[in-house]
């Protein structure tokens, strides 16, 4: 099991970029496909102690560009996928990255104390500019693509979603709980807007 201290508590995002990173460089081509980091949480208290997530690597592909598989199905092959037992993995989440665009991810957490509890959380933030080409930097494009999103957001919360904005850049995170595969409804808004 390896190690990773995290002494920055001011966002979840950050957390699992590392956790991300450090399991592409740290795992390369193993076949297993489930890993185990222990995470000492630091979150600037001193009894913050340690947590154990576990990551799905299967389910950590990035899907652009109209490649991107049917976003419903994709959610419940997410959501229905076998999680460890308590026994297993005390005190653990299983973190899925169900959809990830430039703009949008869409992550699925469950704990193995109660798996069929779910937690939605849909982070929104501006592409990195070294994704955009000068032309899209030079119109109207970002501005527009960023109205669609916030629309997207806007329905989110109107389906009862929470919203936190997270650091300095502003990552909007929404964020909700449900028990069971959420209706599919909620899936269709889930679905975030496609930009080209």
Known sequence: MDEISLCDG???RFNRE???EAGSS???AAPPRLHLFKVRLCMNKPDAGEDIVMVNKDHRRSFRNGARPDFVSRFREVANSPTPSSDEMESSQWISV???TDWVEILLVRTSADPHH???EVEISTPN???LDEQALATRK???DMIVHMEYLLKLLDEGF???VIGEEGLWLASKDFCGTPSSEILDILVPPTVV
Do not use: D, F, Q
């Open 10 to 12: 001011e966002c979840r």
């Open 18 to 20: 590392i956790l991300s």
């Open 26 to 28: 740290l795992l390369g």
């Open 98 to 100: 169900v959809l990830r």
């Open 118 to 120: 779910l937690s939605v």
């Open 129 to 131: 500019t070294s994704s």
């Open 142 to 144: 970002l501005p527009l």
């Open 162 to 164: 929470s919203l936190t």
